[in-house]
């Protein structure tokens, strides 16, 4: 089995993120706080608890090179909390919201990071050295409905972005005197700032979950109607693939490799994706289960086991066969997986280990070490 380690640390868990070193885990237990622990000798203990927000936590993301933390939650507030003196520092930055922030990433470089709202809107906020503070500029008007993720492509200038209205976008995040200009004419990188460059209407539903491919050539992001879609040569003539599943939906997705897709979400167990040396992309299995689901499995049967966990399983005997073939896929998660990081290098090609976290309140660590021979040549 693919995961090396789970622990429950709450009730249930929103969010999160983990340090620099991967020694050290923060996440908010589904409330104001952010909590952050530590691994030592197989035992998790607590270091800090972060409190300045009004309000539930709903994004962290950890920098990988100047170790700070960054926050968002429904309050409208963004902080961005660097360690002095063994405590954490907290620095408010002004998003300028009138609605909650659902989600942030710091850019490759760290010089920017995006938060995605309910206000329609997406916040790129960045440092300014002369006011000592940091500062946001806001892209308005394209967004019909909440930002639910976002995505930094490699290059440091393009963001993806999916929204409760069903559609992807990529804009340019261009700004003057912390971005330097592509050599290359004609690049997105010298669009202006808040330009949008492509906007992606595949999905009928709700979209979650968006990511680049390591090199920046595929953008995969997750539908509500459990579709999941891939995006070659993002530019103004884009070659789209949609792969639907009988499950339930996803939540969120990250690529360990050009051509293999992890994808998480409401059946409590990762889901693999890969593309054949065609380009075409598929189902492949779960994590954790000895054998692929059969493309030929009751489809009565898989349908009755969604409809049952999607509707709390209120009668003890379905809830208990839902339960039983959960447990043969894996069973690590026991509701809702919210988020997939990735514990590997940012330059790295493929990503060998990876968490999940959940509304069950676990944290899980998997390694893809062992099943490269499983997962196939992809991978």
């Known amino acids: 089995m693919a995961v090396v380690d789970v622990h429950r640390f709450a009730e249930s868990i929103t969010c999160h993120a983990w340090s620099p070193d991967h020694s050290m885990v923060a996440f908010c237990p589904n ?25 539930i936590v709903s994004g962290i993301d950890w920098s990988s090179k100047s170790n700070k933390i960054v926050t968002v939650s429904h309050d409208r507030n963004s902080y961005v909390w660097s360690l002095e003196g063994g ?56 967004h019909e409905s909440s930002v639910t993720n ?11 972005t999916t929204s409760t209205d069903g559609k992807c976008r990529v804009f340019s995040t261009f700004i003057k005197g912390v971005d330097v200009k ?19 209407d595949l999905s009928y539903s709700w979209a979650f979950g968006v990511k680049w491919s390591p090199s920046g050539n595929t953008l995969a992001y997750v539908g509500h109607s459990s579709m999941i879609y891939f995006v070659d040569d993002v530019g103004p003539s884009p070659l789209a693939q949609s792969v639907a599943f009988r499950d339930l939906p996803l939540r969120d997705v990250l690529f360990i490799s050009e051509k293999m897709v992890i994808g998480v979400g409401y059946d409590s167990n990762p889901m ?15 994590i954790g289960e000895k054998k692929a689901v059969s493309s030929g ?14 509707y709390g399983q209120s ?51 998997w390694d893809l070490e062992n099943m490269e021979e499983e997962l196939g040549h992809q991978f």
């Not at 693999?272 to 779960?286: C, E, K, L, N």
């Not at 447990?327 to 690590?332: A, L, T």
């Open 87 to 142: 405590e954490w520092v907290p620095t408010l930055v002004i998003l300028r919201l009138n609605r909650a922030a659902l989600c942030v990433q710091w850019s490759p470089k760290e010089n920017k990071f995006a938060v995605g709202s309910g206000a329609k809107t997406v916040c790129i906020c960045y440092y300014e050295q002369e006011n000592n503070w940091w500062v946001s500029k806001l892209i308005r008007k394209r």
């Open 31 to 55: 409330n104001n706080e952010v909590h952050i622990y530590k691994s030592s000798q197989d035992q998790w203990e607590r270091l800090h608890v972060l409190e300045k927000h009004d309000q």
């Open 297 to 310: 499995s009751s489809y009565s049967s898989q349908f009755s086991e969604a409809f049952t966990k999607f």
């Open 315 to 365: 009668k003890a005997t379905t809830a208990n066969e839902a339960s039983e073939s959960s447990k043969s896929r894996g069973g690590v998660h026991d509701n809702c997986i919210n988020s997939i990081v990735p514990l590997s290098k940012a330059e790295s090609p493929k990503v060998m280990r990876f968490s999940t976290s959940g509304l069950d309140g676990k944290i899980a660590i």
């Open 150 to 160: 976002v995505a930094w492509h490699p290059n440091n200038i393009l963001l993806a």
């Open 182 to 200: 592509d050599p290359k004419a004609g690049s997105p990188a010298e669009s202006k700032f808040g330009e949008q460059i492509l906007q992606l």
């Open 272 to 286: 693999v994706f890969a593309a054949d040396d065609t380009g075409i992309w598929s189902f492949i299995r779960y």
